[in-house]
């Protein structure tokens, strides 16, 4: 949930209390290779609550991917 929203605990009402709601879009990379995406972490931005996820190969590489994000930038907050 801090990944999403900044927050630690779930909002009161749960994701369709979420004001602005949960919006999730194609991450566009650019890169020479259909592989590309592969290379990126999705992102987002939490007070818009918008995430971005590369159009990655598998179920497998988001799911690495998005726990990589998750543990490395538990601790981090970057302007994009």
């Not at 801090?2 to 991450?27: E, Q, W």
């Not at 020479?32 to 995430?51: E, F, G, N, Q, R």
């Not at 590369?54 to 907050?77: C, H, M, R």
Request: proline share 5%.
């Amino acid at each position: 949930m801090k990944f999403l929203s900044g927050s630690k605990r779930m909002h009161a009402g749960g994701f369709a209390a979420l004001n602005p709601r949960l919006t999730v879009v194609l991450k566009k990379v650019e890169g020479i290779s259909d592989a590309a995406p592969d290379l990126h972490l999705p992102s987002v931005s939490t007070c818009a609550k918008y995430l971005k996820i590369p159009g990655y190969s598998s179920y497998d590489v988001l799911k690495t991917k998005f726990n990589q994000a998750i543990w490395e930038g538990a601790d981090n907050f970057t302007l994009s």
